[in-house]
């Protein structure tokens, strides 16, 4: 249905959709195309340098930024195709194991990262799952997440602008990044729109927006009314790509991807205002050499979001506003290879974020990778 109705929006000039991938149409199956061939080198050199460099002895990565890049990289793999009972797989399950707390969390000690940490964590352990070994884990898991949501375990009037998002810190101040962790998360364990947790997501996730609308009345949006997505309008609002000169909140690509994935797994169509705002402004930014509004601060993290975004929209061709397709999984592809390091790995040089760790930007780049596989 997602599918069918892209067309419309198509005819808009904004997103073009095919009725079935022309990838191999007029190649033999017998024969991996080119785009095969480089993607399965790229994810086959990436899991050989968690192997070989990446891991440490106790199957963790990067320890010392606690257990969500080793969550990530374990993610990442176990999407490329490795199972649980892969040597290299099993030893960061048991590591991310030690940290499973009697709340249900899945964090460090004393950790201000309790959301982000779990819901890493929720989704490497589900695709860890095939043989339910970890349902018990998960259930109690998903209870910890949906309990630290505003509006979860605290009741809360749905007019507080804190209302459904999630937030890190020790004020739990919301903001799009989390509550968009906190829908994987869900949508990893099988939550979909009827889930209350998710429908609370959404109402902060709108709000995000720079769209005037029903569904925000934030001061924010009519300042700066471009469709795309900041940061936060919590504790006075924030954008990581700073303010207009009308004290509106600028957009910026990773959190316009975000927010539509996020507006996705809440169940909102092509046909929903908000939707055709947000896509409307990413036809307006198509860009893979950087983060559209931030530059190369938190490019990988961008290209994750891109990819996961535009695939959960089912969209195989995405037409800019000037009317021309893109193959966008080729596209990544290509600039992902192109920036894949001898030894398998990626790092950003602008290492904001985190992006200077090479296990996490890695993780990321590998994730990203999944999507671009042909249907």
């Known amino acids: 249905m997602f599918r069918l109705s892209l067309l419309a929006v198509a005819m808009a000039a904004i997103f073009a959709v095919t009725a ?34 990446g891991q440490a002895a106790d199957g963790s990565y990067s320890a010392e930024a606690g257990p969500a890049v080793t969550a990530a990289v374990t993610t990442s793999i176990l999407m490329a195709g490795r199972t649980a009972d892969d040597p290299l797989v099993a030893k ?28 890493l964590a929720i989704q490497c352990f589900t695709a860890a799952n095939a043989d339910k070994r970890f349902d018990q884990l998960l259930k109690h898991a998903e209870r910890y997440v949906k309990d630290l949501q505003w509006g979860g375990k605290e009741p809360l009037d749905k007019s507080n602008v ?23 998360a869900l949508k990893s364990i099988g939550r979909g729109p009827d889930d209350e947790a998710v429908q609370r997501a959404l109402v902060f996730v709108s709000r995000c927006q720079n769209l005037e609308t029903e569904y925000n009345t934030t001061p924010f949006a009519a300042k700066n009314p471009d469709g795309g997505f900041y940061y936060t309008p919590a504790a006075g609002g924030s954008s990581q790509a700073g303010n207009t000169p009308e004290g509106g909140l600028r957009s910026y690509a990773s959190m316009t991807y975000a927010g539509l994935k996020s507006m996705i ?30 530059g190369t601060a938190g490019l990988y993290y961008y290209y994750h979001t891109f990819a996961k975004a535009l695939s959960a929209a089912g969209v195989d061709e995405f037409v800019d506003d ?44 590998l994730l990203a990778l999944h999507y671009c596989r042909p249907h």
């Open 265 to 294: 797994f809440a169940g909102l169509g092509p046909d929903d205002p908000r939707v055709k705002a947000a896509t409307k402004w990413l036809a307006q930014h198509y860009d893979l050499e950087q983060n559209p509004g931030m």
């Open 92 to 119: 960061s399950l048991k590591y991310l194991q030690g940290f499973v707390h009697p709340d249900g969390g899945i964090y460090a000690d004393k950790s201000s990262h309790q959301n982000y940490e779990t819901c």
């Open 20 to 53: 079935g991938s022309s990838r191999g149409a007029d190649s033999p199956a017998k024969k991996p195309s080119s785009d095969a061939r480089l993607l399965e080198e790229s994810v086959n050199k990436a899991i050989e340098y968690f192997r070989t460099q």
């Open 322 to 365: 000037h009317g021309k397709k893109h193959n966008w999984r080729r596209d990544l592809l290509t600039e992902l290879a192109g920036r894949q390091k001898s030894n398998g790995s990626w790092v950003n040089e602008n290492s904001r974020w985190l992006e200077g760790n090479p296990n996490l930007v890695t993780a990321y780049a």
């Open 162 to 184: 804190n209302f459904g998002g999630a937030g890190y810190g020790n004020s739990k101040r919301p903001d799009l990044s989390n509550t968009s962790f906190l829908l994987d």
